[in-house]
Each structure stands twice: as structure tokens, then as C-alpha cells.
Nanobody, 123 residues
Framework: QVQLVESGGGLVQAGGSLRLSCAAS????????MGWFRQAPGKEREFVATISGSGGSTRYGDSLKGRFTVSRDNRKNTGYLQMNSLKPEDTAVYYC????????????????WGQGTQVTVSS
């Protein structure tokens, strides 16, 4: 099992920015791909971004319009999600997850999940 701790969520106004962090307690962090997902009240969990173990490959959800950037620092065992130009529709609980397989947008490929962090964007 991989233990993941998320931080960085909060309340921001539309147009603002936040950076989410995901710290992992694993020995071979660089061998795991990381994914980011979000879930708004009453809606299904949505794919946000994913990044390969080396950080060389990334993929983003269609609704993001290039506003989000996923990255990782393997020396710190930490992944990041930079969120810019935030909109009210970005309001959700954001989750990070990890898999020993390659990058994926399918939440079923991820076996380890963080506790989630709330992001609220006001009008």
C-alpha cells in the first residue's frame, strides 16, 4: 500500500491560482505514475491529469483548457498540480492517486488514493 497526503486546497476567487501537493510514503516513488481526479457534489469523479514516473509524459482532461499543469519532484517523493485561472466550476474535492503501471486517465487503474483536499472557487 502507498500512503498519500494531500495539501494546498482552499478558498479562492475566480481567476486565482492554487498549487496542490501530494506527498507519498513509498521507497520507489519514481516507478509509480501519479494521477489527479476531482469530484464535485452530486457528480461523478472526473479525470484531471496524470504524469509518468519519470515525469516525461503528461495527459490532461478535456475540460481544463490548458489551465492546469501536473509535475513531480522524485527527490522529494511529491507530486504537484498547479491550477491557474480558476473558475467556479473547478470547485470540487481533488484527489491524487498512484499506480505502478503507466500513466492512465482511468481511476480503476489506480490502487492508492489520497484523502482529498477541498478547492472552492467563488464568483
Amino acid at each position: 500500500q502507498v500512503q498519500l497526503v494531500e495539501s494546498g486546497g482552499g478558498l479562492v476567487q475566480a481567476g486565482g491560482s492554487l498549487r496542490l501537493s501530494c506527498a507519498a510514503s513509498v521507497r520507489a516513488f519514481s516507478t509509480y505514475a501519479m494521477g489527479w481526479f476531482r469530484q464535485a457534489p452530486g457528480k461523478e469523479r472526473e479525470f484531471v491529469a496524470t504524469i509518468s514516473g519519470s515525469g516525461g509524459s503528461t495527459r490532461y482532461g478535456d475540460s481544463l483548457k490548458g489551465r492546469f499543469t501536473v509535475s513531480r519532484d522524485n527527490r522529494k517523493n511529491t507530486g504537484y498540480l498547479q491550477m491557474n485561472s480558476l473558475k467556479p466550476e473547478d470547485t470540487a474535492v481533488y484527489y491524487c492517486a498512484m499506480t505502478p503501471s503507466g500513466i492512465s486517465a482511468n481511476p480503476r487503474d489506480f490502487g492508492s488514493w489520497g484523502q482529498g483536499t477541498q478547492v472552492t472557487v467563488s464568483s
